[in-house]
């Protein structure tokens, strides 16, 4: 634990992708089996605890020193794990500090009942750096940026493996990993790969401008709607179906009845959607389906999933991945022909002459469930990863609104001295009859790190009320939000909702009384 | 008539030492305790920036903040300076002023004032934990006492500085070919740290940067032994591989630093006890270090002064009001002008 401890302590500190990258292959070579693929798992956010959530820690700490002197403290520091660890004081007699491996095994095993005694032996036992690794560990959020990704690509390193191959077996093991390191370092055989129920990392596109079109021959590039949905990849081998997000993360739990409907094999890239009828829903719609562990009847007929499909990669028993985006095209649309199914279909091209002729069809398209649009070369191979060159996307222009800032929050983890989280509003005429604002949503970003210690600064300057970590401000500042769609909401009072508002801009000359009203908010609702 | 109302009527502490727009202010003796801005009389705890400011008619202060007030502020000739030492005290209008050592910098001292048989301490800045610059403090019992909260929260228990110390020569054994530029507040922490590393056996030149030298100097004229230390500027033919180099936290970003060998930056600061903190100020080797004291010692410090009523100040009063009630003290948040989260 205390190894592992240190290896977190010094990437959070380190900012070098390089030196990170040495970190880990470091700890990883050093380290024996088990803990190594405990450490692994933990950074590839495969690890999880049932019994050791937020409200526990929480009530350690208010055990401790009370609740106010508690929440204060989380306050200030932003971070619950870091919180109690900084507030725990060591026990010189809590006897030796548990190693990785014991504090994983012991947990699995452990009870809930007994979870709360053991927990409280460790942090007794380890010191301060020890005590917030192993509650960062507990809490699943290590934040020590690296993302999962990254640590396969130092796994990949020890072995001198490309991380892709480290990626295709991915799905198929689990923690600690024996045969992954002993294919590594030991010259054991490759893991099976059994291509097609395992997750294929996706490609990517880099976004682009009206005025970079310009530099590229529309002649090479096919073009297709970009949905406001989630990336998907339905992965189907062996009567093994799987739904997976973007980053690999299986989501088949969430959505029975896209994982029912599979009645076949492959590997697809699509966009999960709720789509009634013919038209695609809001991605309000769709949110109400993520993240739930169980699904409800209701929920399923009501919201009715369905992926919309872009590409193929495996059909057949055969990698597709090398052929170009024509062929694999060509592929799709010969093997959707054959078979009608309602909750898969094709996502069409956009025919277009030229890049203005392009650019007029984005103008035109206000339908609902559009981002924009992607724009593929037409001899691209399926790359995992976001290749510089192949694939673009060309978002729609994002809605503009003048709107007042309000209220002011610090931010967490990185940000925690900053007031970094805005509420801003809109004007309307109060039940007196008077002009009041109306929040109509909250940015936390969009700005350069000196604009944020721009409006830091004038958030404190111009503080009219204080609410712990929350600060009201006098109705001075016009920010101009950028957002990529607006609905109708019953929870928020201002009765609209912003879809990925940011800041896009700080209008220091605009008046605040003439920033937008609530009724022009209204009028872009579709 | 009963004989009640014949009895005095307590003295109210807020009535002859009160908070104003220029600082903190003793109406019977006529003078502020650290004022935010220029004063005709001014009673100074020490020698930092947000304490002691120029352009005072008459500044009161411990003779070795008279000394640092004179290196910062151009040796202060329209100023009347009245130097009193520890122990003693001095009569100003009614009120009769004393100083006590606060272990915080050089001539760091608690402003003690007694008026009508009330004495109320003004701490400054403190910390409890040996520091090899300066005196220890001293508690001082009193009806009143005002205490900063610069580290005022249960998350702050600063380890020990050989522990710390112990970080830096570490990082300096494992990146031999690199060079450690230690940020450091200019008064105070420069010359501690390098004590520190002296008495953890680091005997090599220590580096400095030109802002730190004035100050270092004046600690060696007041006998304290920072062996061999040494200006950046005049380095010749060095590649600063494997050195120790010092220099104001604000200089790490600086252009200034590109002379050095792939250089680490080392921050020293009580901050740096909160990650975030940290990350924000760039510090890949984070040293927790602080001239001021953390929770343990300012909860310790309202025990052994055993004051009916604290005054708090500076920092997150909020806690160490909350604290200070809960054990029975009548606490207070005292809003002073002009103190800022400082370099800690």
């Given at each position: 634990m205390q190894a592992f401890?240190?290896?977190?302590?010094?990437?959070?500190?380190?900012?070098?992708?390089?030196?990170?990258?040495?970190?880990?292959?470091?700890?990883?070579?050093?380290?024996?089996?088990?803990?190594?693929?405990?450490?692994?798992?933990?950074?590839?956010?495969?690890?999880?605890?049932?019994?050791?959530?937020?409200?526990?820690?929480?009530?350690?700490?208010?055990?401790?020193?009370?609740?106010?002197?508690?929440?204060?403290?989380?306050?200030?520091?932003?971070?619950?794990?870091?919180?109690?660890?900084?507030?725990?004081?060591?026990?010189?007699?809590?006897?030796?500090?548990?190693?990785?491996?014991?504090?994983?095994?012991?947990l699995q095993r452990a009870s809930r009942s007994e979870t709360p005694a053991i927990l409280k032996r460790w942090l007794d036992a380890l010191d301060s750096t020890g005590r917030w690794a192993l509650l960062k560990l507990l809490t699943g959020a290590l934040r020590v940026g690296v993302s999962a990704r990254l640590a396969k690509q130092a796994v990949a390193n020890i072995g001198h493996q490309p991380v892709d191959a480290v990626e295709e077996i991915w799905h198929r093991l689990s923690a600690?990993?024996?045969?992954?390191?002993?294919?590594?370092?030991?010259?054991?055989?490759?893991?099976?790969?059994?291509?097609?129920?395992?997750?294929?990392?996706?490609?990517?596109?880099?976004?682009?401008?009206?005025?970079?079109?310009?530099?590229?021959?529309?002649?090479?590039?096919?073009?297709?709607?970009?949905?406001?949905?989630?990336?998907?990849?339905?992965?189907?081998?062996?009567?093994?179906?799987?739904?997976?997000?973007?980053?690999?993360?299986?989501?088949?739990?969430?959505?029975?009845?896209?994982?029912?409907?599979?009645?076949?094999?492959?590997?697809?890239?699509?966009?999960?959607l709720v789509r009634r009828e013919t038209a695609v829903a809001p991605f309000n719609d769709l949110q109400q389906r993520l993240n739930r562990k169980t699904v409800t009847p209701k929920m399923l007929k009501e919201h009715p999933a369905h992926v919309r499909l872009y590409d193929v990669l495996w059909l057949e028993g055969q990698d597709l991945r090398v052929l170009s985006f024509d062929e694999r095209r060509a592929r799709l649309e010969a093997w959707i022909a054959v078979k009608e199914r309602p909750r898969f279909d094709l996502s069409p091209l956009v025919t277009f002459r030229d890049w203005a002729h392009l650019a007029e069809q984005r103008e035109a398209m206000r339908a609902d469930g559009i981002e924009g649009l992607m724009l593929k070369r037409a001899d691209s191979a399926y790359l995992a990863g976001r290749p510089k060159g192949p694939w673009f996307k060309w978002k729609r222009d994002p809605m503009l609104a003048d709107c007042v800032l309000m209220y002011a929050q610090r931010g967490h983890g990185k940000r925690s001295s900053f007031y970094s989280d805005f509420t801003f509003g809109c004007w309307r005429d109060g039940a007196d009859g008077k002009r009041e604002l109306a929040p109509v949503g909250k940015a936390y970003f969009g700005f350069t790190d000196e604009e944020l210690r721009w409006l830091d600064k004038w958030v404190r300057d111009h503080t009219t009320n204080r609410f712990g970590p929350v600060r009201e401000v006098s109705h001075g500042l016009v920010l101009e939000i950028a957002f990529d769609g607006i609905a109708r909401s019953t929870r928020h009072k201002s009765g609209v909702s912003m879809r990925f508002p940011r800041i896009n801009r700080i209008r220091t000359d605009k008046p605040a009384d003439e920033a937008d009203t609530v009724a022009t908010l209204l009028k872009l609702v579709p | 008539m009963t004989t009640d109302t014949l009895a005095p009527t307590p003295l109210n502490p807020r009535s002859w030492l009160y908070p104003t727009p220029r600082g903190l202010y003793c109406e019977p003796g006529d003078f502020y305790v650290d004022p935010a801005f220029a004063v005709a009389r001014a009673v100074i705890t020490h020698g930092h920036g947000d304490h002691a400011r120029p352009g005072h008619r008459a500044a009161l202060a411990t003779p070795e903040t008279l000394a640092i007030m004179r290196t910062?502020?151009?040796?202060?000739?329209?100023?009347?300076?009245?130097?009193?030492?520890?122990?003693?005290?001095?009569?100003?209008?009614?009120?009769?002023?004393?100083?006590?050592?606060?272990?915080?910098?050089?001539?760091?001292?608690?402003?003690?004032?007694?008026?009508?048989?009330?004495?109320?301490?003004?701490?400054?800045?403190?910390?409890?934990?040996?520091?090899?610059?300066?005196?220890?403090?001293?508690?001082?019992?009193?009806?009143v006492f005002i205490t900063e909260a610069t580290f005022a929260l249960p998350v702050f228990h600063h380890p020990s500085d050989a522990g710390e110390i112990g970080k830096l020569l570490r990082s300096v054994a494992t990146f031999p070919e690199r060079t450690h530029l230690v940020g450091v507040y200019a008064l105070g922490k420069c010359q501690r740290v390098i004590r520190l590393l002296r008495q953890a056996g680091y005997d090599k030149r220590i580096w400095l940067h030109g802002s730190l030298l004035a100050l270092c100097k004046l600690y060696q004229d007041h006998g304290i032994d920072l062996g061999d230390v040494a200006p950046v500027s005049e380095a010749i033919l060095e590649t600063f591989k494997g050195a120790i180099v010092l220099c104001p936290p604000s200089a790490l970003a600086d252009r200034w630093t590109r002379r050095f060998a792939d250089p680490i930056a080392a921050v020293c600061s009580g901050w740096m006890g909160v990650r975030a903190r940290a990350r924000q100020r760039g510090a890949e080797l984070p040293l927790i270090i602080s001239d001021h004291a953390d929770w343990a010692e300012l909860t310790q410090t309202l025990k052994d002064v055993g004051a009916?009523?604290?005054?708090?100040?500076?920092?997150?009063?909020e806690a160490l009001v909350h604290y200070a009630r809960s054990i029975g003290i009548d606490a207070e948040a005292l809003h002073l002008a002009g103190r800022e989260e400082e370099e800690s």
């Amino acid at each position: 634990m205390q190894a592992f401890a240190r290896l977190l302590d010094a990437l959070s500190f380190q900012p070098a992708r390089n030196a990170k990258l040495r970190l880990i292959e470091t700890y990883l070579g050093e380290t024996p089996d088990p803990d190594r693929g405990w450490a692994l798992a933990a950074l590839t956010g495969g690890l999880d605890f049932p019994a050791a959530k937020p409200a526990l820690l929480r009530g350690f700490g208010q055990e401790k020193i009370g609740e106010e002197l508690f929440t204060m403290s989380y306050d200030y520091v932003g971070d619950l794990a870091e919180t109690l660890a900084l507030i725990w004081e060591t026990d010189p007699d809590a006897g030796p500090p548990p190693t990785l491996g014991e504090v994983v095994e012991t947990l699995q095993r452990a009870s809930r009942s007994e979870t709360p005694a053991i927990l409280k032996r460790w942090l007794d036992a380890l010191d301060s750096t020890g005590r917030w690794a192993l509650l960062k560990l507990l809490t699943g959020a290590l934040r020590v940026g690296v993302s999962a990704r990254l640590a396969k690509q130092a796994v990949a390193n020890i072995g001198h493996q490309p991380v892709d191959a480290v990626e295709e077996i991915w799905h198929r093991l689990s923690a600690p990993y024996r045969p992954l390191f002993d294919w590594l370092l030991h010259d054991a055989p490759r893991p099976s790969s059994n291509a097609g129920g395992a997750f294929l990392p996706p490609m990517l596109a880099n976004p682009i401008d009206r005025t970079e079109l310009d530099t590229l021959d529309p002649a090479h590039f096919r073009a297709e709607w970009k949905w406001d949905g989630i990336r998907v990849q339905v992965a189907s081998s062996g009567g093994v179906k799987r739904l997976y997000s973007r980053a690999g993360e299986d989501v088949s739990g969430a959505f029975p009845d896209i994982v029912d409907a599979i009645d076949f094999e492959g590997v697809f890239d699509g966009e999960l959607l709720v789509r009634r009828e013919t038209a695609v829903a809001p991605f309000n719609d769709l949110q109400q389906r993520l993240n739930r562990k169980t699904v409800t009847p209701k929920m399923l007929k009501e919201h009715p999933a369905h992926v919309r499909l872009y590409d193929v990669l495996w059909l057949e028993g055969q990698d597709l991945r090398v052929l170009s985006f024509d062929e694999r095209r060509a592929r799709l649309e010969a093997w959707i022909a054959v078979k009608e199914r309602p909750r898969f279909d094709l996502s069409p091209l956009v025919t277009f002459r030229d890049w203005a002729h392009l650019a007029e069809q984005r103008e035109a398209m206000r339908a609902d469930g559009i981002e924009g649009l992607m724009l593929k070369r037409a001899d691209s191979a399926y790359l995992a990863g976001r290749p510089k060159g192949p694939w673009f996307k060309w978002k729609r222009d994002p809605m503009l609104a003048d709107c007042v800032l309000m209220y002011a929050q610090r931010g967490h983890g990185k940000r925690s001295s900053f007031y970094s989280d805005f509420t801003f509003g809109c004007w309307r005429d109060g039940a007196d009859g008077k002009r009041e604002l109306a929040p109509v949503g909250k940015a936390y970003f969009g700005f350069t790190d000196e604009e944020l210690r721009w409006l830091d600064k004038w958030v404190r300057d111009h503080t009219t009320n204080r609410f712990g970590p929350v600060r009201e401000v006098s109705h001075g500042l016009v920010l101009e939000i950028a957002f990529d769609g607006i609905a109708r909401s019953t929870r928020h009072k201002s009765g609209v909702s912003m879809r990925f508002p940011r800041i896009n801009r700080i209008r220091t000359d605009k008046p605040a009384d003439e920033a937008d009203t609530v009724a022009t908010l209204l009028k872009l609702v579709p | 008539m009963t004989t009640d109302t014949l009895a005095p009527t307590p003295l109210n502490p807020r009535s002859w030492l009160y908070p104003t727009p220029r600082g903190l202010y003793c109406e019977p003796g006529d003078f502020y305790v650290d004022p935010a801005f220029a004063v005709a009389r001014a009673v100074i705890t020490h020698g930092h920036g947000d304490h002691a400011r120029p352009g005072h008619r008459a500044a009161l202060a411990t003779p070795e903040t008279l000394a640092i007030m004179r290196t910062r502020f151009q040796d202060m000739p329209d100023t009347d300076q009245q130097p009193l030492k520890y122990g003693e005290s001095v009569r100003m209008g009614e009120v009769e002023v004393g100083f006590a050592p606060a272990g915080h910098i050089l001539g760091s001292a608690q402003a003690v004032l007694a008026y009508r048989g009330q004495r109320i301490v003004v701490s400054g800045d403190f910390k409890r934990r040996p520091d090899p610059t300066c005196p220890p403090f001293e508690p001082v019992p009193c009806d009143v006492f005002i205490t900063e909260a610069t580290f005022a929260l249960p998350v702050f228990h600063h380890p020990s500085d050989a522990g710390e110390i112990g970080k830096l020569l570490r990082s300096v054994a494992t990146f031999p070919e690199r060079t450690h530029l230690v940020g450091v507040y200019a008064l105070g922490k420069c010359q501690r740290v390098i004590r520190l590393l002296r008495q953890a056996g680091y005997d090599k030149r220590i580096w400095l940067h030109g802002s730190l030298l004035a100050l270092c100097k004046l600690y060696q004229d007041h006998g304290i032994d920072l062996g061999d230390v040494a200006p950046v500027s005049e380095a010749i033919l060095e590649t600063f591989k494997g050195a120790i180099v010092l220099c104001p936290p604000s200089a790490l970003a600086d252009r200034w630093t590109r002379r050095f060998a792939d250089p680490i930056a080392a921050v020293c600061s009580g901050w740096m006890g909160v990650r975030a903190r940290a990350r924000q100020r760039g510090a890949e080797l984070p040293l927790i270090i602080s001239d001021h004291a953390d929770w343990a010692e300012l909860t310790q410090t309202l025990k052994d002064v055993g004051a009916p009523k604290v005054w708090v100040t500076h920092g997150r009063e909020e806690a160490l009001v909350h604290y200070a009630r809960s054990i029975g003290i009548d606490a207070e948040a005292l809003h002073l002008a002009g103190r800022e989260e400082e370099e800690s």
